[in-house]
């Protein structure tokens, strides 16, 4: 190295350029990633959200960020429409697959009543519980 730079903590990070740097890097390297950001959410009354499902889809693969339905609405169908209408929307920007990961506690086996298989798996993460990776072929 021509100089030593310091490396330095700090609290609040620089996404647009270390987000943008990595974006740029990736998209010389393996093309266009053609990124479009996917929101749905369910709507309860007086526009409180009860729940929702974030992702975007990526070189032709969804990725199911978040996925989260209030307890009190769980098991009522809602889950699986969210699942649906991402997997929909992601199908017309061209995705032919679909990733994910999720916690022991929370929901491996509805991913995988839908399709989703395991192909990794973190043990104690956190202590006592695994964190599942899953994809399926949409």
């Known amino acids: 190295m021509e100089k030593d730079f310091p490396i330095l903590s700090v609290d609040n990070p620089d996404w ?5 740097g ?3 890097y990736n998209i010389r390297k393996a093309g266009e990633d053609n990124g479009q950001n ?6 309860g009354p007086e526009e409180e959200a009860l729940g929702g499902v ?10 199911i960020d978040l996925m989260w339905i209030k307890e009190e ?3 009522l169908g809602y889950g699986r429409r969210l699942l649906e209408m991402v997997e929909d929307k992601a199908r017309l920007l061209g995705a032919k ?8 506690f929370q929901a491996p086996g509805f991913y995988q009543k839908f399709g989703y298989q395991v192909f990794g798996e973190l043990k104690d993460f956190p202590v006592g519980f695994q964190r599942f990776y899953l994809s399926k072929t949409l």
């Open 54 to 63: 974030i992702a975007a889809v990526h070189w032709d693969w969804l990725y």
């Open 97 to 104: 697959n679909a990733y994910l990961d999720t916690f022991s």
């Open 73 to 75: 609405f769980r098991g």
């Open 22 to 24: 990595i974006h740029s």
């Open 16 to 20: 647009d350029t270390i987000g943008g």
């Open 38 to 43: 996917l929101c749905f959410m369910i709507q």
